[in-house]
Antibody, heavy 123, light 112 residues
Framework: QVQLVESGGGVVQPGGSLRLSCAASGFTFSNYGMHWVRQAPGKGLEWVAFVRIGGTKTKYLDSVRGRLTISRDNSKNTVYLQMDSLRTEDTAVYYC????????????????WGQGTLVIVSS | DVVMTQSPLSLPVTLGQPASISCRSSESLVYGDGDTYLNWFHQRPGQSPRRLIYKVSNRDSGVPDRFSGSGSGTDFTLRISRVEAEDVGVYYCMQGTHWSYTFGQGTKLEIK
């Protein structure tokens, strides 16, 4: 079955950087777009970023564009989120999420979620 | 961005009774291909979200048939015909028609 395992979370100071990884298994990774979705402590869900199957096309939440970068390595079945210039408001659990469409673009839905990794931005 | 508004935000329900959650979008969710990309997710305490419904009314595999989704355009509803104890948690609607994808605020279902 589909497994998504995030890693790389931790505590970082404002302005710092962190790189999240998500190892995927149980499906043909190169055939599916991938997303990151976050959830601040005690709050709701917020979509953050999307990367297409080939890795060349990406989409971002406006408030993270230019600071967070999503990428993928299909040879390693892994998707990444490079987080730079971090702000306190980026504090959240970050979920790696599989798009439900097996085409070249998003299917507008998510069918599998990882367990999440916690990022805390604090001085 | 498209704003998704859920109501109610808190939903106390007696076991065995029905429950209903409304979700309204600030713009039509009908995509150019004719499909409507409205999803429902359920998040139990301490767990990751799980999709229940996609494209308004399609139930995911393994989702009990007491869950149903309906609606069109900008107005959508998730219904639970008879609430069971395992249904507690927070329910989110999410639109996947317009970038950036957006979620509703969440509706917390609890047992009375």
């Amino acid at each position: 079955q589909v497994q998504l395992v995030e890693s790389g979370g931790g505590v970082v100071q404002p302005g710092g950087s962190l790189r999240l990884s998500c190892a995927a298994s149980g499906f043909t990774f190169s055939n599916y777009g991938m997303h990151w979705v976050r959830q601040a402590p005690g709050k709701g869900l917020e979509w953050v970023a999307f990367v297409r199957i080939g890795g060349t096309k990406t989409k971002y939440l406006d408030s993270v564009r230019g600071r967070l970068t999503i990428s993928r390595d299909n040879s390693k079945n892994t998707v990444y989120l490079q987080m730079d210039s971090l702000r306190t408001e980026d504090t959240a659990v970050y979920y790696c999420v599989k798009d439900s469409g097996s085409g070249s673009d998003s299917e507008g839905s998510f069918d599998s979620w990882g367990q999440g990794t916690l990022v805390i931005v604090s001085s | 961005d498209v704003v998704m508004t859920q109501s109610p935000l808190s939903l106390p329900v007696t076991l065995g009774q029905p429950a209903s959650i409304s979700c309204r979008s600030s713009e039509s969710l009908v995509y150019g291909d004719g499909d409507t990309y409205l999803n429902w997710f359920h998040q139990r305490p301490g767990q990751s979200p799980r999709r229940l419904i996609y494209k308004v009314s399609n139930r995911d595999s393994g989702v009990p048939d007491r869950f149903s989704g309906s609606g069109s355009g900008t107005d959508f509803t998730l219904r639970i015909s008879r609430v069971e104890a395992e249904d507690v948690g927070v329910y989110y609607c999410m639109q996947g028609t317009h970038w950036s994808y957006t979620f509703g605020q969440g509706t917390k279902l609890e047992i009375k």
